[in-house]
């Protein structure tokens, strides 16, 4: 509404109310990113990186794991008594008739060990060998007392009686070499294995009796 004022009256204008400044918009704050949460993504970025490397690594081959080393048995050389017992096992007396029938010979001179045996000029041992190696052919010669038997060794073990004097040793000999090189014979005495040194042919390996 217009504002009336009468003729001679001295007219003052109203004061303006004053203006108020219109508010205005705060600004934005960037938040500071936290030190800790900064480093602790490095290290997981870090550790999630060397887990996808390694991953590759092992599908390309690139790495392996370690290889589980395998059982070795005792490498024996004779004479055997040096470590307090013998590869070879003395045959008990009721058990004489299965060791001459073990006996890898012809029935001739199984008779001849027989009588030996009955002399007391020779006993008989036991001997468990097979082929240390792959089964491959090898064949060996066992001499004792002044008898032989041939063998060929096989990876299943081959139990026999062996003539022997007493402190006279028994002669293993490299008969035919298999395949693979080398004459690969191993001795089973109770739940150990002994492997004999790798022989050529021709080559003679000792042990000595019980």
């Given amino acids: ?42 290290v997981l970025g870090a550790l999630a990186g060397i887990a996808l490397l390694a991953g590759i690594g092992y599908s390309a081959g690139l790495f392996s794991s370690a290889p589980v080393p ?8 004779a004479p055997a008594q040096q470590q307090g017992f013998s590869l070879l096992q003395t045959v008990s007396a009721a058990d004489q008739g299965s060791a001459l029938q073990s006996l890898v010979m012809s029935d001739a001179d199984r008779n001849n060990v027989s009588k030996a045996v009955q002399s007391g000029a020779t006993r008989l041992a036991w001997l468990a060998l097979s082929d240390s190696g792959s089964e491959d ?17 096989l990876k299943k073990q081959t139990r026999l009686a062996v003539p022997y004097t007493p402190g006279t040793p028994i002669r293993v000999f490299a008969t035919k070499d298999g395949f693979d090189p080398g004459v690969t ?15 050529k042919e021709g080559e003679t390996i000792e042990i000595a009796s019980p």
């Avoid at 004061?15 to 936290?34: G, I, N």
């Avoid at 395998?70 to 050389?77: D, L, N, S, V």
């Fill in 1 to 42: 509404m217009a504002e009336q004022w009468s003729a001679g009256e001295e007219h003052k204008p109203r004061p303006a109310e004053p203006m108020l400044p219109e508010p205005q918009p705060e600004p934005e704050l960037e938040r500071e990113p936290s030190r800790g949460s900064g480093k602790a993504g490095w």
């Fill in 70 to 77: 395998a059982p070795t048995a005792i490498t024996a050389t």
């Fill in 137 to 153: 052919g090898d064949i060996v010669t066992i001499s004792g007392a002044g008898f032989s038997q041939t063998v060929p060794l």
């Fill in 185 to 199: 014979v191993a001795v089973y005495v109770g739940g150990s294995v002994f492997r004999l040194k790798t022989m």
